[in-house]
C-alpha cells in the first residue's frame, strides 16, 4: 500500500513540476527496489508495510546526520535540502509516539515478554519492533528499555 501511494504521489509530483518532491520519492522508490532485491537475494519476500516504515526512519536518520554536518561546515543550502527532504519522507511514517506513550509501550512490552534483566532486552525490543514499526524512534526506545530493565 505505501509503495502505491508513493508511485502515486510520483506522478502526482512529475504533474505538479515538484523537483524537490520528484527527486526525493524517486530516492525512495530506489531504496525500496534495492532493499527488495537485498531481500530476495537472502531468500525472503519483497518488504512489508512495516519493513519499509523501518526503512524510512533509517533514511530519515541518515538525513538528520547530514544536515548536522552541513550546519557545521555552514552549507545552510544543503541542510535546507536535506530537511526538505526529512519532511517529504516523513509525510509517509504514521503519527510518532510521544515519550509517555513510548515509556506506556515499552511497559507492556516488559510484561508481555516476561522479562527480567538486561539479557532479555532483545525479546522487548524485537515485541516493540513488530507493534510499533514506523512509530517510535527505537535508538532512543533501547536506552529507555535498558534503563527499565536495569532499574
Request: net charge positive.
Amino acid at each position: 500500500m505505501l509503495r502505491d501511494d508513493i508511485n502515486n504521489a510520483v506522478k502526482d509530483a512529475m504533474r505538479a513540476k515538484d523537483e524537490r518532491k520528484l527527486s526525493t520519492l524517486r530516492m525512495v522508490n530506489s531504496t525500496i527496489k534495492n532493499a527488495d532485491i537485498a531481500a530476495r537475494g537472502e531468500g525472503k519476500p519483497p518488504l512489508s508495510d512495516g519493513d519499509l516504515l523501518g526503512l524510512f526512519q533509517k533514511m530519515i536518520k541518515q538525513r538528520q546526520e547530514s544536515v548536522e554536518l552541513y550546519d557545521k561546515g555552514g552549507r545552510a543550502e544543503l541542510a535546507a535540502q536535506e530537511r526538505e527532504e526529512i519532511a517529504i519522507i516523513q509525510g509517509y511514517l504514521p503519527k510518532q509516539m510521544s515519550d509517555d506513550d513510548v515509556k506506556a509501550a515499552i511497559s507492556a512490552a516488559i510484561a508481555e515478554t516476561g522479562a527480567a534483566g538486561m539479557k532479555d532486552m532483545g525479546k522487548v525490543i524485537g515485541a516493540l519492533r513488530a507493534k510499533y514499526a514506523g512509530q517510535m524512534d527505537f535508538g532512543k526506545a533501547s536506552g529507555m528499555v535498558k534503563a527499565a530493565l536495569s532499574g
